[in-house]
């Protein structure tokens, strides 16, 4: 059975940061790649970063420069360093493998 659980979240003030872990069981860790996307309220889920297998990653043009996504093979687990918090960023980050499991989410609220 496959298990993507996300932790980290949590309320920020603006410019703070977070870091977000997805600890995954039930896959070949190492051979997915991994992604985290986010989705505000009223707003479609949207891709935030993605990390291959080997490593290579990929960032949406809104946290490019702020967030840095990455991976530990050995303890199955990714993570998301999020700096520069704003406002915006306010959302329900999930984990993703393959682009067939997900995470249950975890809550990321930006607010002074």
């Known amino acids: 059975q496959v298990q993507l659980v996300e932790s980290g979240g949590g309320l920020v003030q603006p410019g703070g940061s977070l870091r977000l872990s997805c600890a995954a069981s039930?896959?070949?860790?190492?051979?997915?790649?991994m992604g985290w996307y986010r989705q505000a309220p009223g707003k479609q889920r949207e891709l935030v970063a993605t990390?291959?297998?080997?490593?290579?990653?990929n960032y949406a043009d809104f946290v490019k420069g702020r967030f840095t996504i990455s991976r530990d093979n050995a303890k199955k687990t990714m993570y998301l360093q999020m700096n520069s918090l704003k406002l915006e960023d306010t959302a329900v980050y999930y984990c993703?493998?393959?682009?067939?499991?997900w995470g249950q989410g975890t809550q990321v609220t930006v607010s002074s």
């Open positions: 990390i291959s297998s080997i490593g290579s990653t």
């Open positions: 993703n493998a393959g682009l067939a499991h």
């Open positions: 039930g896959i070949i860790f190492s051979a997915y790649t």
